[in-house]
């Protein structure tokens, strides 16, 4: 029995000899203890430069008290989706802290960031008559929420307003029952900012609504970190915020922060919303205070920019090229698989982990390693590591 099992699922070793040979195979790194700016992983310990712990929050002493205090008042989990028994006060209380935060009538929260987008795509989009138009570089899980929507699609280079006019103006368009522009607010790979104004004003134009996927801004730009609608001034005319809590909030979930009738509509058709269990009741209070953190310690966005300012000016004395980067995320560019793979481990060899970012993630040539400063790293910590890329940098004829 046992034997012919094996071999019916025999093609999974040539699958994995494939992903070997296209240098795609990963093997996981473990984190010994917390999520820090300095981290044991390992065995090792090193200057974290790869988590998307913006604020420095995953061990903030408030988020840690909320959760501990949530399992005594409420015990470890819900056991229910939301739609059956599994809403409890402290969802209901999230989901109105976030719409104020995010200066909207109202909110969602879901699971995660990744089953965020697909059931926005998948509840909005239901017909081959809905035409959802979205960036060439946004998240896996907007493509992924695009197909199994029924929706037709439409890619545009990215950032190109141009194309997306072009599509809006399409036949195809103009015959269209619903048009959604979808967007990273900042892209996760390369630390850009979507021309949100440029794209409302299209929008508006031809009748479209978009919905910005805040995940990397949300914590980071904008007024207390409430995103790219703020950061723009645009909180009044983007439709759609989508963020996520498993980020800067340090905790798990996501969330579509839009109108009333919109959480309406999604409470009943929502798949994610519908199908899966809400949130423990931990995850929900620590989120609840990273809120109130956001709203009274200031001091924490404004460490993490100073940070970004520091590292990236740093790389780019060194000769570095940092690439289109904006924000916390810096680029290091490399454009060569191998090398960046070998940037990585010789880095961590030395102390400082950045992760290589290599094709399919991103286009050949584009290989590079990706940054990601917190708050939380002190000016030691990012001198300890602007000299380590140096040093290695020029080992490997990078500068
Ligand atoms: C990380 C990310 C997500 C997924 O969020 P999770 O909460 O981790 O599932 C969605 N969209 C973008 C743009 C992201 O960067």
Redo the contacts with the bound molecule.
């Keep these: 029995m046992a034997i012919e099992t094996k071999n019916r699922m025999s093609f999974l070793d040539e699958e994995i000899k494939t992903l070997k040979d296209e240098g795609r195979f990963i093997t996981l790194r473990i984190l010994e203890g917390a999520q820090k700016p300095v981290s044991v992983i390992d065995g090792k310990k090193v200057v974290n430069l790869t988590s ?1 712990n913006y604020l420095a929050l995953a061990t903030h002493p408030k988020l840690l008290a909320a959760a501990k205090k949530a399992i005594d008042d409420y015990g470890v989990g819900t056991a229910a989706v939301r739609t059956i028994i599994g809403t409890m006060d402290i969802h209901e209380e999230l989901e109105k802290r976030i719409a104020a935060f995010k200066g909207t009538e109202s909110a969602i929260v879901f699971q ?4 965020t ?1 697909v059931a926005v795509c998948q509840s909005l989009m239901t017909s081959p008559e809905d035409l959802l138009i979205s960036d060439q570089l ?2 896996a ?2 493509i992924d929420g695009g197909r199994l929507s029924k929706a037709t699609r439409k890619i545009y280079a990215h950032k190109d307003m141009d194309a997306l006019k072009k599509i809006l103006e399409s036949q195809e368009s103009r015959k269209a029952r619903r048009k959604m522009i979808v967007t ?1 607010g900042v892209f ?1 790979m390369d630390g850009d900012i979507a021309p949100l104004p440029a794209i409302m004003d299209l929008a508006d134009q031809y009748d479209a609504f978009v919905m910005v ?1 805040d ?2 801004a949300s914590g980071v730009m904008g007024k207390n970190g409430a995103g790219t609608p703020s950061h723009f001034g645009l909180t009044d005319r983007v439709q759609i915020q ?1 963020g ?4 800067a909030i340090a905790s ?3 969330y579509v922060a839009s109108s009333k009738s919109l959480r309406d509509y999604m409470v009943c058709t929502a798949r994610p919303f519908l199908f899966s269990s809400s949130h423990p009741p931990s995850v929900t209070a620590t989120c609840l205070a990273a809120l109130d953190v956001l709203e009274n310690e200031p001091q924490h966005v404004k460490k993490l920019w100073e940070n970004a300012a520091m590292l990236k000016e740093g790389l780019r004395k060194a000769g570095f090229d940092t690439g289109l980067s904006e924000t916390p995320i810096t680029p290091i560019m490399v454009g060569d698989t191998k090398k960046a793979t070998e940037f990585s481990n010789r880095l961590f060899d030395e102390g400082v982990f950045a992760l290589a970012i290599n094709f399919p993630t991103v286009p050949r040539g584009k290989e590079r390693l990706r940054t990601i400063v917190s708050a939380g790293h002190t000016p030691e910590d990012l001198e300890l590591a602007l000299e380590k890329f140096a040093k290695v940098g020029k080992e490997l004829r990078i500068i």
């Design positions: 998307n995660s960031g990744f089953a987008n946004n998240h899980s907007i990273d996760s996927d995940a990397h989508i996520t809590l498993s980020k798990i979930g996501g």
